[in-house]
């Protein structure tokens, strides 16, 4: 665990900006050997871009997902009761022009309580200005929520196509990480990236993590993880932890899963 002082000024840096980044999670050797393993996943799965709830599945982002250095980063900003909500691997081929829009990730998750919740995003391949690092905008957490507009068709990878327009991003900062990196952002947080211009894939593993008492705020199914601490709320189904070896019950839930989530970012709310 890292220095009382550290922690203590990465909450607060936390806190101030909606953001922090640059925080160590693994060694590079670490991170190519986990992009191994998600480049073999996908050998046999197709695409894992946007796939939610891959760490019920696969053991890697499972593993990632459930670091202790990286839960005592998550306990620092949301408590020690931790839920594991959702995961997915994000990833920018090279040379294409998808992006992400401007734009709030509370906006369409429908959560009782917005301090309640932080995303990782940890690199597993560099995110840099021309790959597309992501982009934030310092402070903006504290406002709530901003109007969106939906159905954006320039490439906006959300899957909404939700974007926030007219807005004032000459104070934004760049989020750039080497592999085994990792930033935190509030769901408030506006945020950003632009496409990949790189020679190389984009990779990050992105985790949703919620205090135990959180709650979803709309009437929908939905599903997390015990991962730190206790839940005695109990306001989600249960996920499980993947097996060792992957069986073929274990890919139907997992897609499932998926499916219920992509169907719960389309309710209203």
């Known amino acids: 665990m890292e220095p009382r002082s550290d922690r203590l000024a990465l909450t607060e840096t936390y806190w101030q900006n909606g953001f922090v980044h640059g925080v ?11 992009r191994r393993l998600l480049e073999e996943a996908e050998e046999r799965f197709g695409s894992l871009h946007y ?17 202790p250095a990286v839960l005592d980063v998550v306990e620092a900003l949301i408590g020690p009761d931790i839920l594991l909500y ?18 709030q990730d509370l906006t369409y998750w429908g959560l009782a309580d917005a301090d309640a919740q932080v995303s990782m995003w ?18 903006s957490h504290v406002n709530g929520a901003v109007e ?17 327009v007219d807005l004032d991003t000459s104070t934004s900062s760049l989020c750039a990480l080497e592999p ?21 894939r984009r990779i990050g593993l992105n985790v949703q993590y919620l205090a135990a008492h959180n709650a979803m705020a709309l009437d929908v199914p939905a599903s997390a993880m015990v991962v730190r601490g206790t839940d005695t709320h109990r306001n989600f189904a249960v996920d499980e932890p993947p097996p060792l ?25």
């Open 24 to 34: 160590p999670a693994l060694s590079p050797a670490q991170a190519a050997e986990h």
């Open 51 to 67: 796939r939610d709830k891959v760490h019920t599945a696969l053991r890697s982002p499972y593993e990632l997902a459930t670091m």
């Open 86 to 103: 959702n995961s997915t691997f994000i990833i920018k081929e090279p040379g294409t022009e998808t992006k992400v829009n401007w734009h």
């Open 122 to 139: 940890l690199a597993l391949a560099p995110a840099t200005a021309e790959s597309g690092a992501m982009m934030m905008l310092p402070g």
């Open 148 to 164: 969106h507009q939906t159905g954006s068709d320039d490439g906006n990878l959300l899957l909404l196509g939700q974007q926030i």
């Open 180 to 200: 085994g990196e990792a930033s935190f952002h509030h769901g408030w947080t506006i945020h950003s990236s632009q496409p990949n211009t790189s020679n190389d």
């Open 245 to 269: 070896t992957l069986d073929d019950d274990t890919v139907i839930r997992w897609r499932e899963g998926d499916e219920q989530m992509k169907a719960n970012f389309t309710q209203d709310g």
